[in-house]
């Protein structure tokens, strides 16, 4: 578990940032070891699945950027995108 941890922390600094796709509040203290590092840190977290881990700790909340998947949905959704030649198969 330690071995786990120490190889989790040093990756932590190879990156400058961290986007989290889950609401949930098990994760939280991963954002604490990146407001730690001064890693930046987004949370993209689906309507009303928000854990309040992240709510109710005010450190916690102000070091993250939360971002709801709903105000996303239009960048993401599928309609309308082109699509590529198709492959043949013999």
């Known amino acids: 578990m330690l071995r786990s ?3 989790f922390c040093s990756a932590l600094d190879t990156y400058q940032g961290f986007i989290l796709v889950s609401g949930d509040g098990d994760y939280a203290p991963i ?8 890693k930046q ?3 993209v977290f ?4 928000l854990g309040r881990e992240y709510i109710e700790d005010e450190q916690r909340k102000r070091a993250i950027f939360l971002c709801s998947l709903e105000r996303l949905r239009p960048f ?8 590529g ?3 043949h198969r013999a």
């Open 76 to 83: 993401i959704e599928t309609k309308n995108i082109p699509t």
């Open 41 to 43: 840190a987004i949370l």
């Open 31 to 38: 954002f604490d070891a990146l407001r730690e590092r001064r």
């Open 5 to 7: 941890r120490k190889r």
């Open 46 to 49: 689906p309507k009303g699945g």
């Open 85 to 87: 030649p198709k492959s």
